[in-house]
């Protein structure tokens, strides 16, 4: 069974602070996707990543792949109050996703 | 509509009793998956269509849950006899033939609790 890990779970975090969510497997993807749940919605694509070592900037959102295309990180710079959510990962080897346990992200001003 | 929809938003239903989900994908969309998300966790994969192939039902928790794609549009996801544990958000999802990496596109789920 593909399962994915994310950590940490919740984190709660002032305007202004960097923070990082990681998202972890012990099975290798053919493609990873970040998603962004607001309360009442459903998760919105934010970004997809193909290849191992891949890097893609987003605004204030910055997405690795692992090179062995095992694991992803998001890292946000100078968080603000509209990133609060629930980060999903997601990995794809078929035509179904596998998403990850979440993370739970508070942005206080 | 530009996005997929769902409804009802909310459903509050007895134990036992029967419901079922709408889900509106993107017009065009050839895939339309079903998941359910419990108290703001990640989403466990229910069911899957893919044009006029067979489902792929791997998903489905029991024999209660069934879900039907008419037309290769619209879908329904019926449970049946519900039970207190079936309560949560069921999302839905499509995706186009566009996609090269199984990108999908949500709608706002229906929220369900059963008594």
């Known amino acids: 069974t593909q399962l994915l890990e994310q950590s940490p779970q919740f984190l709660s975090i002032q305007e202004g602070e960097n923070l990082t969510v990681y998202c972890n497997s012990s099975?290798?993807?053919?493609?990873l996707q970040w998603y962004r749940q607001e309360p009442g919605e459903g998760p919105v694509l934010l970004v997809t990543v193909v290849t191992g070592g891949e890097v893609k900037k987003l605004k204030r959102l910055t997405f690795q792949f692992g090179d062995a295309r095992k694991d992803s990180s998001l890292h946000i710079t100078a968080a603000q109050t509209g990133d609060t959510g629930l980060y999903l990962c997601a990995g794809s080897n078929t035509d179904k996703l596998i998403f990850g346990t979440g993370t739970r992200l508070q942005v206080f001003p | 509509g530009a996005g997929v929809s769902q409804s009802p938003s909310n459903k509050v239903t007895e134990k036992g009793k029967d419901v079922e989900l709408r889900c509106d994908p993107i017009?065009?969309?050839?895939?339309l998956y079903w998941y359910r998300q419990s108290l703001g966790q990640g989403l466990e994969f229910l069911i899957y269509f893919q044009g006029n192939s067979a489902p792929d039902k791997s998903g489905l928790p029991s024999d209660r849950f069934s879900a039907e794609r008419t037309g290769g549009s619209v879908s329904t996801l019926t449970i049946q006899r519900t039970q207190q544990e079936d309560s949560a958000v069921y999302l839905c999802?499509?995706?186009?033939?566009?996609?090269?990496?199984?990108?999908?596109?949500f709608g706002p789920g229906t929220r369900l609790t059963v008594l």
């Open positions: 017009s065009g969309h050839t895939a």
């Open positions: 099975s290798v993807f053919s493609s």
């Open positions: 999802a499509s995706r186009g033939r566009a996609s090269s990496y199984n990108e999908q596109f």
